[in-house]
């Protein structure tokens, strides 16, 4: 077979001597198999980040950081240079989630290269030899399937005691080989600690699997291990050897309200005695200041209302203006007939 583009540097460079088939195409990457120094190995070519599918990359990638501050900003803000790094850092989640990984005993392929956006790793067989098949592509029984389950969950359970959650573990990304399965694609590994959406991602994971093998084990549609795995690594219990049953039910437990309202006052208490910081002390002073000329206010105002309730007490009255035009006509008509006024005539 020719050689790909993206795999020429490492053939140049003397890492890969031939390329002998592709083996898988996906979302995020390219899969060939390939000889290098002497042994089938496989050569995982990602993908353009412009030539991809995969969506939502933020909701994995959120709690990854890097220690240059100027990087971090550049990925922040989305320029070129930010989105070339976030592209990097991308890739080399699953390269340093391998080595993690086989350092915490799962498993996973062996890393063998990584440049050039090429990794090179371990080719997972099967019993005869040849390059192994995932999940998808076998039939099982019911008891070889809850076999497969028992053991990727303890595989996961080993993970999430590493820190890591798969992200998108499915029927596609386990092989079936020879010694058991073997988990693959781990891109989309997320910080378990520092991933709000970790806990989301992880529920999903696992609900994926007991799903897929429930066609042949029926009863493990109906398992709850994601939630009685996720609840024991909240509450510090988790180890790679708990024991787990599968059944999972919510704690009910009514909240003490009474020591939560003292633990605030104790807290308030305990901020009042603290002496002021200069920043603190002169936020006081503007308040203190602010409230003064809000009061000042308040007396201008209200003096302004008396002193127009005191004026409209002076003025007369509407009715003895209207009676007082009355009274000058009536003393008119009395000047005029003597100063009586007329006498009613007596027949």
């Given at each position: 077979?020719?050689?790909p583009?993206?795999?020429l540097?490492?053939?140049?460079?003397g890492?890969?001597?031939e390329?002998?088939r592709p083996?898988?195409?996906?979302?995020e990457?390219?899969?060939?198999?390939?000889?290098?120094?002497?042994e089938?190995c496989?050569?995982?070519?990602?993908?353009?980040a412009?030539?991809?599918?995969?969506?939502?990359?933020?909701?994995y990638?959120?709690?990854?950081?890097?220690?240059n501050?100027?990087?971090?900003r550049?990925m922040?803000?989305?320029?070129r240079y930010?989105?070339a790094?976030?592209?990097?850092a991308w890739?080399?989640?699953?390269?340093?989630?391998l080595?993690?990984?086989?350092a915490?005993g799962?498993?996973?392929?062996?890393?063998?290269?990584?440049g050039?956006?090429?990794?090179?790793?371990e080719l997972?067989?099967?019993?005869?030899?040849?390059?192994?098949?995932?999940?998808?592509?076998?039939?099982?029984s019911?008891?070889?399937a809850?076999?497969v389950?028992?053991?990727?969950?303890?595989?996961?359970?080993?993970?999430?005691?590493?820190?890591?959650?798969?992200?998108d573990?499915?029927?596609?990304?386990?092989?079936m080989?020879?010694?058991?399965?073997?988990?693959?694609?781990?891109?989309q590994m997320?910080?378990?600690?520092?991933?709000?959406?970790?806990?989301?991602?992880?529920?999903?994971?696992v609900?994926?699997?007991?799903?897929?093998l429930?066609?042949?084990?029926?009863?493990?549609?109906?398992?709850?291990?994601?939630?009685?795995?996720?609840?024991?690594?909240?509450g510090g219990?988790l180890q790679?050897?708990?024991?787990?049953?599968?059944?999972?039910k919510r704690?009910?437990q009514?909240?003490?309200?009474?020591?939560l309202?003292?633990e605030?006052?104790?807290?308030?208490a305990?901020?009042?005695?603290?002496?002021?910081?200069?920043y603190?002390q002169?936020k006081?002073?503007k308040?203190?200041?602010?409230?003064a000329e809000?009061?000042?206010?308040?007396e201008?105002?209200?003096r302004?209302?008396?002193?127009?309730?005191?004026?409209e007490?002076k003025?007369p009255?509407?009715a003895?203006?209207a009676?007082?035009p009355r009274r000058?006509?009536?003393?008119r008509?009395?000047?005029?007939?003597?100063?009586?006024?007329?006498?009613?005539?007596?027949?």
């Amino acid at each position: 077979m020719h050689f790909p583009d993206p795999l020429l540097p490492l053939f140049h460079d003397g890492i890969i001597q031939e390329v002998i088939r592709p083996l898988m195409a996906g979302k995020e990457a390219s899969v060939y198999l390939v000889r290098a120094k002497d042994e089938l190995c496989v050569a995982k070519v990602y993908k353009d980040a412009k030539n991809r599918s995969f969506r939502q990359r933020s909701a994995y990638s959120e709690g990854r950081t890097v220690r240059n501050t100027r990087q971090q900003r550049a990925m922040a803000k989305g320029s070129r240079y930010g989105k070339a790094l976030l592209e990097e850092a991308w890739q080399n989640a699953e390269v340093d989630a391998l080595y993690q990984l086989h350092a915490a005993g799962v498993r996973v392929p062996t890393p063998m290269y990584y440049g050039d956006n090429v990794l090179l790793m371990e080719l997972i067989t099967d019993e005869a030899g040849e390059p192994a098949p995932r999940l998808w592509d076998v039939q099982l029984s019911s008891a070889e399937a809850k076999r497969v389950h028992t053991y990727i969950i303890r595989q996961v359970v080993r993970m999430l005691c590493a820190g890591m959650v798969h992200g998108d573990l499915s029927e596609y990304n386990v092989l079936m080989s020879g010694d058991g399965p073997v988990i693959i694609d781990l891109p989309q590994m997320t910080d378990a600690a520092h991933n709000r959406n970790s806990e989301r991602i992880f529920l999903r994971d696992v609900r994926n699997l007991a799903q897929y093998l429930g066609r042949f084990s029926p009863p493990l549609l109906h398992s709850q291990y994601g939630k009685e795995i996720w609840g024991l690594y909240q509450g510090g219990q988790l180890q790679p050897d708990s024991e787990l049953t599968g059944r999972w039910k919510r704690k009910r437990q009514q909240a003490d309200t009474e020591s939560l309202i003292a633990e605030i006052h104790a807290s308030a208490a305990e901020a009042q005695d603290r002496p002021l910081s200069s920043y603190q002390q002169k936020k006081q002073r503007k308040l203190a200041e602010a409230k003064a000329e809000a009061d000042k206010a308040l007396e201008r105002a209200a003096r302004r209302a008396e002193q127009k309730a005191a004026q409209e007490a002076k003025r007369p009255s509407d009715a003895a203006q209207a009676e007082k035009p009355r009274r000058r006509r009536r003393r008119r008509r009395r000047r005029r007939g003597g100063g009586q006024g007329d006498a009613p005539s007596k027949n």
